[in-house]
């Protein structure tokens, strides 16, 4: 079924985005101001709607970073500006791998711990997200906003809204859970968007039961209203990965605007 097609059959549209499959690149990529492409990402039609970027959904462990050790040990400083990854495969600050074993590094006499916790490496993440999409439909001529969780919804224009999984050992989709145990090398992620002027259609529900389990996220069922397509980004996300996806999302939009100007117009 094409886009197109979707568009006109569903209240509720989905931005068809292809797997991104690159090379990693260094975390501080993330936000890079490399502009996507223009063929990308052309020119959006004059009188285009205001579009809002939500937050992607994930879930977050309720933990604090470790204590450091009050005993000094000997162990080389790490360098300044390196950056490790969390298990979960969320870019956090720190001493990277390579510069030694985490517990020695933490281990300096001081009363903070450099590690973030995972509601900061979550923010991380999801900040990265939305800026690169908000960047790229900038740059294609939308009056892109960030659209912070919990913030009410706008009456009117668009809204691209998605949320963050991992499958489990039965293969079924689990919104991702940061600081939790991760079951698979890649992300999926899951990406709509609405007509604000219409009713609130969520792009997944949370299935029943939603299978509880303390390493993961709850199951979740993309619902009807928004056959998405899914793809996968890697845990440890670099820059040009996230400026492809919002490349494509911005042009994926731009067609959307084009082809449906009358319906989707403020």
């Not at 492409?37 to 039609?45: E, L, V, Y």
């Not at 993440?125 to 919804?153: M, Y």
Request: glycine share 6%; charged share 20%.
């Amino acid at each position: 079924m094409t886009f197109l097609r979707l568009l006109v059959l569903l209240p509720l549209v989905t931005l068809p985005v292809a797997t991104q499959s690159t090379a990693q690149q260094p975390s501080a990529e993330l936000n890079s101001p490399q502009p996507p492409s223009a063929a990308t990402a052309p020119a959006a039609p004059a009188g285009a709607p205001i579009v809002y970027v939500s937050d992607f959904d994930l879930d977050v462990v309720q933990r604090k970073p470790a204590p450091k050790p009050l005993a000094t040990r000997t162990s080389q400083p790490s360098k300044p500006g390196i950056t490790s990854r969390s298990p979960s495969g969320v870019p956090r600050k720190g001493p990277s791998p390579a510069s030694g074993p985490a517990t020695s590094q933490s281990a300096e006499p001081t009363d903070t711990s450099d590690e973030d916790t995972p509601a900061d490496q979550a923010n991380t993440l999801v900040k990265a997200v939305s800026e690169n999409i908000i960047r790229a439909l900038t740059q294609a001529g939308f009056d892109a906003r960030r659209l912070p969780g919990g913030a009410p919804l706008p009456q009117q224009g668009v809204r691209i809204s998605g949320v963050f999984a991992e499958a489990d050992e039965q293969n079924r989709a689990r919104r991702l859970l940061v600081g939790g145990e991760p079951v698979g090398g890649n992300l999926i992620l899951y990406v709509g968007v609405n007509n604000l002027k219409n009713p609130e259609q969520r792009l997944y529900e949370l299935a029943s039961p939603p299978a509880p389990d303390p390493r993961h996220g709850p199951v979740i069922t993309v619902t009807s209203y928004a056959p998405a397509e899914r793809f996968e980004v890697s845990r440890d996300p670099s820059g040009e990965e996230l400026q492809k996806i919002a490349a494509q999302i911005a042009a994926d939009l731009n067609a959307l605007v084009s082809a449906n100007h009358l319906t989707l117009a403020q």
